[in-house]
């Protein structure tokens, strides 16, 4: 169906920046939303930014400013940019992708990409 990798994560120092990507590959034509979410060793995955399929985009307020997502359509991928990190942004983070589903009741169906570890020292 689909499938999802990021990368770019790593070591970062507070002020710095980093740029994610998370690679998709399967069934990539019924991808409706992609986005982003963040998660802390013992804390609930949380949203960080999401796009649309034509483009929309929402952001958490804490990112808002310095975080930007875009896709490159060609590529089939998805990026973070990380601008201005904190060591609040160390986590966790997750490619997700939602497909579109018919089968009642019509929902998404979420798939999510391994994860990769963002670390922002002080």
């Known amino acids: 169906q689909v499938q999802l990798a990021e990368s770019g994560g790593g070591l970062v120092q507070a002020g710095g920046s980093l740029r994610l990507s998370c690679a998709a590959s399967g069934s990539i034509f019924s991808i409706s939303i992609m986005g982003w979410y963040a998660q802390a060793p013992g804390k609930q995955r949380e949203l960080v930014a999401t796009i649309t399929s034509d483009g929309t985009t929402n952001y958490a307020d804490s990112v808002k400013g310095r975080f930007t997502i875009s896709r490159d359509n060609g590529k089939n991928t998805l990026f973070l940019q990380m601008n201005s990190l904190k060591p609040e942004d160390t986590a966790v983070y997750y490619c997700?992708?939602?497909?579109?589903?018919?089968?009642?009741?019509?929902?998404?169906?979420?798939?999510w990409g391994q994860g990769t570890q963002v670390t922002v020292s002080s």
């Open positions: 997700n992708a939602r497909q579109w589903t018919f089968k009642p009741p019509p929902r998404w169906l979420d798939y």
